[in-house]
């Protein structure tokens, strides 16, 4: 198992927003964390990855427990985040943002340059003047430069025009076709259900249901999704 | 940055040919002037490292300053006097020997005092880093085997292989050749792996350590860094006086690195270069006309603080790349 988070109960500061969330993934595996705005997802992302741990439970990534390790530490064991809002470094180049990140494996600037050809285009330029569709590719980039073993997602389509959208969605599959585990937050459900192996969902910090993305029926997609 | 790169030629040229064209015109003060402006230049290239790549704004960089200074005079005076020193060394007057140990001396200091004071930022890093450069004023000021409040003079000026340091053209292009290799080691540094790390330090901690980047390890090697190239200034700045006291240690010295960098550009690579030459004219024009030349070197601060932030770097070169 690549990523197993158990009953992890998060706080801030004295109002609790995790009452204990269990996700499983293994190697390879495409996840869709899901549930309406405010219900958990991004809090579980920063808990993984330990921006904000939590107060009880476990995260085991591939066999180590991350509690207690700080966040540098936590992405070293292997996870590339995406953070929401496309969080590059405004005052670097291109290059800079993707060399900075950079860890030895299989993914190289090459390879990066090859997935997102616009980025090699924008090389010299600062990660600032980039439109939003490409800093968020500028965003993938620069967390795949890590040589993440589980890369995560979290709306990294949010509030992009339709065409970009198509690009990062293109992306995604490509990498899920390269056999990388992916757990992704997304409010795209015609574009996301047919990526995902599995779902979970959220609903008030619990979870509420698991399943094939294809059992996902449109009565639960009304009971947990539906605004 | 095309623009840039002409105008940081322009300079460089402009502070190489200056003391030539005085020397021409008999007007050897101008040499002494000019060693200054690059002297001064080299300490803040120093800072610069650490406060426009890093933006770890520290008010102690005199300390670096200082403890290079003195690493000048103490060296200098052993070899002068033959009494030897700690373990027996004998002291030296080779300027590269005492760059040598300027840099060890500043390199250890500065790792004690990053250590603790990088556990800090914002205005507490500002204070935890002027206490510790005023530790050790004061320790310099109490310390009666070299000079104490009185300072320590430099009887010869150190040597250098091959030339001759007392006289004022070729002590300059000594300073210069420092300088300019201290400028290329920044440009270096800047254009690394290392330099977009230090930079995305600055701009966001949290979103570095998510790209599993430790920003400590970061910021101390810069700090270090940073400190080792100011006090290699700081013997520079003791042979050029032949002269060190504890006033090299003094926070209005720190405050005057920064100065500088501001008034140059910061973060830009030849900032500290226009900073200190504005800085040096300034002080040596406006000083000839009033005592209370500080005044209106405060106005220009001010002006350039609220109106041209990139400063004189800035203004030349056009939109600033640091933000």
Known sequence: ?227 | MKRENAINLVLLLALLATPFIAQAMGETFTVTLVTRIAILALAAVGLNIALGLGGLVSFGHAAFFGTGGYAAGILASHAMSGEPMLFGFEGSNQMPVVWLAAAIAAGIVSLAIGAISLRTSGVYFIMITLAFAQMVYYFAISWPAYGGEDGLSIVLRNAFPGVNTMRPMEFFLVCFGVLLAALIFSALLRSSRFGAALQAVRQNEVRVASIGISPMPIRLTAFVLSAMITAVAGALYADLNRFVSPSMLSWHMSGELIVLIILGGTGRLMGPVAGAALFVVLEFWLGGITERWQFFLGLILLVTVLFARGGVIGLLAGKERHG
């Not at chain 1, 997802?41 to 990855?49: A, E, L, Q, V």
């Not at chain 1, 741990?53 to 936590?74: F, W």
């Not at chain 1, 585990?181 to 008030?204: F, G, M, Q, Y």
């Open chain 1, 1 to 227: 198992m690549l990523l197993d988070v158990q009953d992890i109960q998060t706080f801030y500061g004295g109002s609790q927003a995790l009452f204990g969330v269990q996700l499983k993934m293994d190697e390879g595996e495409v996840v869709a964390l899901m549930g309406r705005n405010g219900m958990g997802k991004s809090t579980t992302i920063k808990s993984i990855c330990n921006l904000m741990p939590p107060k009880s439970g476990r995260i085991v990534l591939d066999g180590k427990p991350t509690d207690r390790q700080p966040p540098h530490k936590v992405a070293r064991l292997g996870i590339g985040l995406v953070p929401e809002g496309r969080r590059c470094f405004p005052n670097l180049t291109v290059y800079e943002n993707l060399v900075a990140a950079a860890r030895p494996g299989r993914w190289t600037l090459e390879r990066v340059n090859d997935l997102f050809p616009r980025l090699a285009e924008r090389r010299d330029q600062m990660a600032r003047s980039l439109s939003g569709g490409e800093q968020q590719m500028l965003a993938v980039g620069r967390a795949l430069m890590t040589n993440p073993r589980l890369l995560i997602l979290d709306e990294a389509t949010e509030g992009l025009a339709p065409v970009i959208r198509q690009d990062i969605w293109r992306a995604i599959r490509a990498l899920k076709a390269d056999g990388l585990s992916i757990l992704v937050v997304d409010k795209t459900l015609s574009e996301l259900l047919p990526v995902a192996d599995r779902c979970v969902v959220l609903e008030n910090g619990r979870n509420v249901w698991e399943g094939k993305a294809d059992a996902l029926s449109p009565e639960l997609q009304d009971r947990y999704l539906g605004v």
